[in-house]
């Protein structure tokens, strides 16, 4: 249960579909193999969509801000959203041309 709870505001991206390699914040984890993303453009926090975990590439970047709010019961707006993808993003960037 702890590593459900730890994924949590992760940064991911979609796998397939119609939003591949669309970044996501998880903001709900419903099961171990089922969360709640979104992206506060598309996918708003009002109206997250579903995904199976194995849909997704999980990065294990996360913003404690957002953790917290969420492990707290309380949804960030969109703008918070977008704002930390695009930090998330950049950096994971950074990362992989290391």
Avoid: C, W
């Avoid at 992206?39 to 926090?45: A, F, S």
């Avoid at 009002?46 to 801000?65: A, C, I, W």
């Avoid at 977008?82 to 041309?97: A, G, H, P, S, Y």
């Amino acid at each position: 249960m702890d590593d459900t709870n730890n994924r949590l505001g992760m940064l991911v991206f979609s796998k397939a579909g119609r939003d591949f390699a669309r970044p996501y914040l998880i903001v709900q984890v419903l099961d171990e193999s089922t969360v709640l993303v979104a992206d506060g453009h598309v996918r708003r926090i009002e109206n997250p969509k579903r995904k199976n975990v194995k849909h997704l590439s999980l990065t294990g970047l996360t913003e404690n801000d957002i953790r917290v709010k969420l492990q707290g019961g309380t949804f960030p707006s969109d703008t918070e959203l977008r704002k930390v993808i695009d930090e998330l993003v950049t950096e994971e960037n950074l990362e992989q041309r290391s």
